[in-house]
């Protein structure tokens, strides 16, 4: 997608955070917003960097991660297509907390956080709508606390290939399906909290076990509930 041609106007009314904005509030977002073309591996932000706005992936990927003391890197989210991140350091005031690097050819969406600000004294949806967002993001960061410390890691790797492909519930919506990987097995195992080596071997083990098929980046699982049912074992 050239970011030229790209219709930022009609991009931001399909957002779930600005849908049911008027076109004078959509333009004003769209006036406050930058469109930003960056190639695979390029930096977003870093730790430490003030936060002058929030961001939307229109193409492409983002990891969020952070760096220990010993130098090993810890990938915490992974943001695609049509999800945003930053919102809650709009509010705080503070400097980015992690660092955010691309994974691919990424389109970037940057909206300031002074039209933001602007626009939640405007509009009290518009203010439930960022709050149920970095209300999920919460959800999730508790969700995953509660796999590390609870879930072996492979009830990880399946609890993630199961994920892929679910319903509203979070139930499998079949009981074959494909899951293309959208980065690397290290990136994924980091993400998992597991090591590569060990994520690698599970998914091995799981192929053995005639679970899933493994063709490179591209997983098929074979039987979804006997795969659910194997983490427990």
């Known amino acids: 997608m050239e970011a030229g041609r790209f219709d930022l106007l009609r991009y931001l009314s399909l957002l779930p955070l600005f849908s049911d904005f008027a076109p004078p509030e959509l333009q004003r977002v769209a006036d406050g917003s930058r469109l930003r073309r960056l190639a695979r591996n390029d930096m977003v932000c870093r730790v430490g960097d003030p936060c002058e706005e929030f961001h939307v992936v229109v193409t492409g990927q983002v990891k969020l991660f952070a760096i220990s003391p010993m130098g090993q890197e810890k990938v915490v989210e992974l943001i695609g297509p049509a999800h945003s991140f930053g919102e809650a350091l709009v509010f705080l005031n503070k400097p980015y907390i992690l660092n955010a ?133």
């Open 101 to 233: 690097q691309t994974l691919t050819d990424t389109l970037l969406i940057d909206i300031s956080k002074q039209v933001v600000l602007d626009e939640l004294e405007r509009n009290p949806r518009f203010s439930l709508r960022m709050l149920a967002g970095v209300s999920r993001r919460l959800h999730n960061i508790v969700h995953d606390v509660q796999a590390y410390a609870l879930h072996s890691g492979m009830q990880r790797v399946i609890g993630y290939l199961l994920r892929s492909h679910h319903n509203g519930d979070g139930e499998p919506c079949a009981q074959c399906f494909d899951v293309n990987l959208p980065t690397s097995k290290a990136t994924l195992a980091s993400r998992l909290s597991l090591t590569p080596e060990y994520f690698s071997r599970v998914l091995h083990e799981l192929e053995a076990a005639g679970l899933i098929t493994i063709d490179k980046r591209h997983i098929t699982v074979v039987d979804a509930v006997q795969l659910s049912r194997h983490g427990l074992l």
